[in-house]
C-alpha cells in the first residue's frame, strides 16, 4: 500500500510542475518520459534489485571504512578525541589503576566528524588532478546528453553536481554561460539545488547516514533535477551547446602533493563553514522557539492550546509539510515527523535535517530513515539562493537578471527533485 502511496506522490509532484509551468506547451514529454525511465532504471538496479541492492551495500561499506581512514590524522592531531578511544585518567590515591573503568568522551563532531571533510576534500582534488573526476563526469554527460536531448553544457553542470558543490559544478560551463538560454540557465542552477556536494557527503556519512542511500540519491537527481528544471521552464530557443559536450581541464597544482594541500585547505575551509552553521542555525532554532513558547501562553489563557502544548518551529513546519510528506509513502504515524525535516532542511539546510534525522533514526521504520535520506538530499533551501545569484552572478554578470530572476524557482525544482527521488525508491523498496 505504501509503494502505491510513493507512486502517487511522484504523479503529484509532476502535476505540480506542470502546473507551475512557464509554458506547458513548450514541454518536451519525450524528455521528461526518458528521465522518469533513467531514474527507474538506476534505482531498479540498486534498491529492487538483490544483487544490485548487495552491490550497493558493499559500496557503502567500503565508503564507510575508506572514510574512516580520517581518523589516522584525526588521531595524531586530536589524539583520542580524534577517535573516541578510552582516555587515560590518572585514578585518584589508593585506588587501583586497573580497577578504574574505561572513560571516553565518546562522539565529539569537531575531532570525529570535520576532520573526514578535509581528507576526502584533499582525496577528491588528488583525483581531479589526475583527471579522474573529468573523465567520469564527460561520461555521465554525454550519457545524460544523448538520452534526455538536453544541452552539453547543462547535462555536464548537472553531471558534475554529484561530485562537487553547487557554484563549482558551474565553473565546468563558465564559458557558455553568457550565451545559455534561460532554461539553460535555469536547469544549471536547478541542478545544484537537487545534489549535494561531495564533501558533505562525507559529513553525512559521519553523522550515519548509509553512504549507498545517499550515492544512488545524488546520480538519481541529476535526471530529476533536468525533469523538474524542464517542466516548470521548457527551452524555446536553440542552446549553443547542443549535441557537444566538453570537459576543460584546468590544472591549478603543479604536481599531486600540491593538488593534496589546495585540497586540505579548501577541506579546512568547509569544516570551518559547517562548524560556524551549526552553531548558528542551532542557537538561532533555539531562540525561535523560545519565542514561540512564550507566544504559546496568551493561547492557553484562551483555551485555543492544552496547557502542556506549546508552539515550536518543528510543530509549524510539521503542520506546513505534512501534505508533502503524505504522498511520499511513509507510515501515518511518521509523516509529521518528514514533514518536520523537509522544513527544517528548506529553512535551516539539510545540515540540520540531517543531523536531526541522525539522532531519531533508531525510532523510525527503516522505510521513513531511507526516504528522508533522499528527499534530504540536495542544497535547496533560502540559504543557497543567495549562495547561487552571489556565484554565478559573478561568473556572468551580464546574466545576473537572469539568474536572480530564475533563482526561487529553480530552488522549487530542486526541492521537488529530491521528493521526487525519494518517492521513487518508496515505490522500489518494501
Known amino acids: ?253 603543479a604536481n599531486v602533493v600540491e593538488a593534496a594541500a589546495n585540497g586540505a585547505i579548501d577541506g579546512l575551509r568547509l569544516a570551518l563553514n559547517v562548524g560556524a552553521m551549526l552553531i548558528a542555525f542551532l542557537g538561532l532554532i533555539a531562540v525561535v522557539d523560545w519565542v514561540l513558547a512564550f507566544a504559546s501562553r496568551p493561547l492557553h489563557s484562551m483555551s485555543l492550546m492544552a496547557g502542556d502544548e506549546v508552539l515550536s518551529l518543528d510543530r509549524i513546519l510539521g503542520w506546513l509539510f505534512s501534505p508533502i510528506a503524505a504522498v511520499m509513502g511513509v507510515p501515518a504515524g511518521e509523516i509529521t515527523t518528514l514533514a518536520q525535516l523537509l522544513g527544517k532542511k528548506l529553512v535551516a539546510t539539510e545540515l540540520v535535517a540531517y543531523g536531526d534525522l541522525a539522532r531519531m533514526k533508531d525510532s523510525l521504520s527503516p522505510r521513513t530513515v531511507m526516504i528522508a535520506s533522499f528527499a534530504l538530499c540536495g542544497f535547496a533551501n533560502f540559504g543557497s539562493v543567495a549562495i547561487q545569484i552571489g556565484g554565478l552572478g559573478a561568473m556572468a554578470p551580464e546574466r545576473k537578471g537572469d539568474i536572480a530572476k530564475l533563482a526561487f524557482r529553480a530552488m522549487f525544482a530542486g526541492a521537488i527533485a529530491t521528493c521526487m527521488t525519494a518517492c521513487l525508491a518508496g515505490v522500489l523498496t518494501a
Open 1 to 253: 500500500m505504501l509503494r502505491l502511496v510513493s507512486l502517487g506522490g511522484i504523479v503529484v509532484l509532476l502535476a505540480l510542475c506542470w502546473t507551475c509551468s512557464a509554458n506547458r506547451r513548450a514541454i518536451s514529454w519525450r524528455l521528461v518520459g526518458m528521465a522518469l525511465l533513467g531514474q527507474a532504471v538506476m534505482g531498479g538496479v540498486f534498491l529492487y534489485w538483490q544483487t544490485g541492492n548487495l552491490w550497493l551495500r558493499a559500496f557503502g561499506d567500503g565508503v564507510k571504512d575508506f572514510l574512516g581512514l580520517a581518523a589516522q590524522g584525526a588521531g595524531f592531531v586530536f589524539g583520542k578525541l580524534g577517535t573516541g578511544a578510552a582516555l587515560d585518567v590518572k585514578p585518584p590515591a589508593g585506588v587501583d589503576a586497573a580497577a578504574m573503568p574505561d572513560v571516553s568522551l565518546g562522539f565529539v563532531f569537531a575531532t570525529q566528524v570535520l576532520p573526514t571533510l578535509i581528507f576526502f576534500s584533499a582525496f577528491m582534488a588528488v583525483l581531479y588532478h589526475l583527471g579522474v573526476m573529468q573523465f567520469v563526469v564527460k561520461g555521465m554527460a554525454i550519457a545524460t546528453a544523448r538520452l534526455l536531448g538536453t544541452s552539453g553544457a547543462e547535462s555536464l553542470s548537472a553531471c558534475a553536481n554529484v561530485f562537487v558543490g553547487q557554484t563549482e559544478a558551474p565553473l565546468l560551463v563558465r564559458p557558455f554561460l553568457g550565451k545559455m538560454t534561460k532554461s539553460e540557465i535555469h536547469a544549471v542552477m536547478t541542478g545544484g539545488f537537487a545534489t549535494i556536494a561531495g564533501g558533505v557527503f562525507a559529513l553525512y556519512v559521519g553523522f550515519g547516514i548509509d553512504a549507498g542511500h545517499l550515492m544512488v540519491a545524488s546520480v538519481m537527481a541529476v535526471p530529476a533535477g533536468l525533469v523538474c528544471a524542464k517542466l516548470l521552464w521548457p527551452e524555446t530557443e536553440e542552446p549553443v551547446t547542443r549535441g557537444t559536450v566538453k570537459v576543460p581541464v584546468e590544472r591549478t597544482a
